[in-house]
C-alpha cells in the first residue's frame, strides 16, 4: 500500500511515522503533569505574593497608626508644656515612621523648644540633605541659628527658605511674614542695609492694604531709611485716609525731614481723627509756630518778612537776658554776654520802618536767633515750643554758630 501525504492522523498516522504507540501516550501524560505542575507552582507562588503584600500592607498600616498615636500624645504634652515628655512621645512616633517628614520637623522644634538646639540642629540638617530646597526646613534652622547669634548663616537659610519651594496655603502671606521677621533679625542685629534691602523688595510683594504698608514703614524707621518709612506711610494713608497710625507716622517723619508744611497736613488729618492724642496736638502746635514764625519762608512780602524777623529777635533776646540772670557767675556767662553784644549792634538794622533790611540782613539775623536761642536753652533749658521753633527754624536754613 502506498503512502499519502495527507491521510495520516492520531495513532495510526504515528505508527506509520514510525513512533511506538505507548512511547507516545508515556511522554503525553509526563507532559500534562509538567504543565499541571509549574500551573499549581504558579498559584500558589502568587497566593503567597497577594499573603505577603496584604501582611506588609497590614503591618504598614498598623505602625502608621501607632506612629499617629504617639505624635498625637506628643502635640498634647506639649500643650500641656510637658516639653521632655513630647520630645519622647515624638522621637516614638518618628520611630515607627522614619520617613514621616512632618514627624521629624515636629520633633526638632520639639527640642529646640526644650534647648536641645544640638540635637534639633543635627535633625534637621539631615532632614535638609535629603530635602534642601523645603521652605519650612529652611526656615526652622534660620530660627535656630538667629537664637545663637550666627548672623550669616542664619540669613543664608532665610533666603533658601523665602527663594525655595513652599507647601500648603496662602503661600504668599506666609512668605512676607518671613520676609519681615528677616528684617526684623537684621534690624536687630545692626544690619540695616540688608534690612533695607530686604524691605525694597517686600514692597514689591505688599498688597493694597493699608496695614502692610504702615508695618513697612514702621521697620523703614528702624533702619533710619526716613524717606522710604514716609513713602510707607502716604502709600497707608493713600489706602486708607482713616489710619491714624499711618496718618501720624507720615507727620512726623515729615517733621524729621523738615517738611513742616506736609508735616502740618498729616498731623491736622490725625487730630480731626484723634482729637485727645497729647503728643500730636503738641507736635502739630510746634510745627505750626516754624510756619508762622519763619522771616525766610517762600512767597513772604517784605514788611512782613521784617515783623517775623523782629518779633523772634525781640523773643530770643528776651531769653537771653533771663539766662543771663540766672547764670551771671556761671562757665555759660561769658558766651551769652558775647551774644547780647552782638545783638544789641544789629538791633537798630532790623527794626527800621522806612529801609527794611535786604535779604542778607534777614538772614544774618535769622542766624542769630538762632545763636541767642541755641544758647540759651543749652544753659538754662525747658525752652517753651515757641523758643523751639526758632531753633528749628535756623536749622531749617542752616543758621546759627553751633
Known sequence: MAFQPGNYNGLRDRRLLGFPRVRDEKTVRIFDREILLLMALAVAAFGIFVFTKMMATRERQMESRIARDWYERGQQSMASGKNETAIADFRSAFASALNNQEYALTLADALATASHDAEAEQLLRRLRESDPENAEINTDLARLLAKHGEISDAVRYY???????????????????????????????GERNLASSELLILQTELPKQSSSWTEVAKLSLETGDLQQALKGYREAVQLDSRNIEALTGAGKVSFQLRDYASARQYLKGAMELDWQSSEVHQLLSLTESVLNDDPLAPDLAPAERQRRLVLDFQRSQQDLENCLDKNSGGNSATGLQALKTEALAVQSKLSRKHHPPDSDTIAAGTSLVFSMEKAASDACGEPSISDQALVLIGLLHNGGRQ
Open 159 to 189: 533666603q533658601n527658605a523665602l527663594y525655595g519651594r513652599w507647601a500648603g496655603s496662602q503661600i504668599d502671606v506666609r512668605r512676607r511674614h518671613l520676609r519681615v521677621e528677616l528684617v526684623g533679625f537684621l534690624i536687630t542685629h
